[in-house]
């Protein structure tokens, strides 16, 4: 495979970052995807399952600690669009912020059935969760969610909120 060149010093020794650039070590100067495409025709571009877990490690935590999680699971969704993990984790993160602060909680209608319907789409042919396993997830969070309302832990405007995901209320 041919190595990407620096437009700016020449070098050879462009990596990619956490960021999604692509930055040379000798100079700094960095590069898009597009860009680096562009200094070579096409690049091709692998990310192995280790940076899949710990992107979801990341999401994870940030989701416990009630950080923003968001752009790292935009950034699964992304880079793995055939895991399920990213639509599981976007749900997730929607649940939970619900539970914890429903103020903050915002839901695209359409993002979220057609995040929800490929999910489904990814369980029928993937080994790494079942239909039934999906199932499980969203009925164990409709629960949480309702037991959480009838504690006054979750608020109608946070349950209101999530009516746009099938199967929910």
Known sequence: ???LTCEVCGSNDLQRTDDGFFQCQYCGCKYTLEQAKALLGTVETTIGDAELNRRVENAKAQIRIGQPAEETIESILKDFPASPKGYLLYFE???????KNPAQCSINDNTAV?????LYALAKDSSEITIDEVDKFFKGYSTKLHMGMLKGEVTLDGMLKIAA?????
């Open 93 to 99: 993160n929607i649940f939970e912020t619900v539970v």
């Open 1 to 3: 495979m041919q190595k």
């Open 165 to 169: 995901i099938p199967n929910m209320l």
């Open 114 to 118: 057609s995040r929800y319907n490929s």
